[in-house]
């Protein structure tokens, strides 16, 4: 009786363990992109914690960076490191390609579980002009032939994720799928490289983006569960522009000689602000979707099966560069300070779970700079806000954001008091030449949150574009 029992328990096992449904704890298919751009950078040992905690097996890093990559160490986490675009002509040099293997991976030795080395980001990217046109293939062969000969090739590859831009298609048909005409001899050269490797094709997705960008784009068409069917050849017809997109660079693939090169989604998303369409309710249902369809294995009508994809991103990023839109620093899945936006089950079966927070986060003072509507230099304020919003994040002020409807005196006190926080409280940072005054009552109004800092864990990176979020801050002043 006894060896019954132990002999239905074993079998009970191996069934937990072949469920991800039935298996709470196991680690998840899915990915998260652990971006650096934050003005207040949380502990990464705190940061890999939560990973573990929600079982978060992969992530994928913008850089080297030896403090994040550090904490990674024998985590079990599998890693994908990047060499920044800035850096392509450097890694042209097969001697500090060599160099940067040996500072970056074989360093790790086997305690870092590294299986991707991203050489670039989106450098074929329309925005970039060919800025990148010429030095990225080279720097990808360099970096694979270094990891070759370190003896690590076989088990780390390079890759160059790629926005979906670099393909297209004439009719807007997946089925026409083809790369760019004018890169379209380099991609076909350089996917037959990453075939020839063993290494797959990295592809960002963003469904969001097709929504912002066209007014005419079918907004159902950017969720799974829209409801809306667009036909292509061969009775094809696809449910959501996520699946098309896909199924366009497969194609593509086809066209230019690699119809197998395994594809991997490096970047998919919804931001939670910054836009009209991006807010927690529409950013729940995309992820929501995505990560059902991920569960069921489906995969898309040209290509079914498993799908690997990193979600984007694990925080709100403020001092990310708003060029692209606003929405830039609110991809988070999670907040500045490590909470959870929104509850998501990352095991794609449809439970209201609330993910781990990261824990041990500390805060500045609970106290707020604020507009001090008895100030007399009025005519200083314009020059004041401006300021204010270059060296911080005003990008919750515009039209269908989460701040946008405060009236003027709230719209001056959030901006005047995003600086003060990033500035660490510093009380020089609450002048603004006598507009500005620190109070101890919590400024958050109309559902807007005005946060507290938390205390910062590492250094501060150069801000991007905040003129950009002057000048709409200081438009939404003016014209409220």
Known sequence: MARLLRLLAGVATLLLAASPAMAGNDPVEVGVNWGSQLSHPLLPSSVVKMLKDNGIARVKMFDA??????????????????????MLMTMNSYGSAQDWVKENVTAYGDKLKLKYVAVGNEPFLKAYNGSFMKTTFPA?????????????GDKVKAVVPLNAD???????????????????????DMVKFLHDHGAPFVVNIYPFLSLYQSDDFPFEFAFFDGGKNIQDKGE????????????????????????????IVGEAG?????????????????????????????GTPVRPGNMEVYLFGLFDEDMKSIAPGNFERHWGIFTYDGKPKFPIDLTGQGHDKVLSPVPDVEYLPHQWCVFDDGAKEKSKLPGNIQYACASGDCTALGYGCSCNGLDEKSNISYAFNMYFQM???????????????????????????FPIQILSAGGRPTPGN???AALLALAVVLFV
Do not use: H
């Open 423 to 449: 500035q660490d409280q510093d009380v020089r940072a609450c002048d603004f030449d006598g507009l500005a005054k620190i109070t101890d009552k919590n400024a958050s109004t109309r559902g807007c949150l």
């Open 466 to 468: 905040g003129w950009a």
């Open 270 to 298: 919804w931001p939670t602000d910054g836009n009209k369409n991006a807010n927690l309710k529409l950013a729940r249902r995309f992820y929501d979707g995505l990560l059902k369809k991920l569960s069921k294995n489906e």
């Open 236 to 263: 094809i017809s696809y449910s959501n522009v996520f699946d098309a997109n896909y199924d366009t660079l497969v194609n593509a693939l086809k066209k230019a000689g690699v119809p197998k090169l395994k594809v």
């Open 166 to 188: 670099v393909y297209v298609s004439p009719d807007d048909k997946p089925s026409s799928g083809a790369f760019r005409p004018d890169i379209n001899g380099l991609m076909t």
């Open 65 to 86: 960076d030896p403090w994040p990559v550090g904490a990674l160490v024998d985590s079990g986490i599998e890693v994908m490191l990047g060499i920044p675009n800035d």
């Open 140 to 152: 990808l062969k360099n970096v694979q032939k270094a990891l070759d000969e370190a003896g690590v």
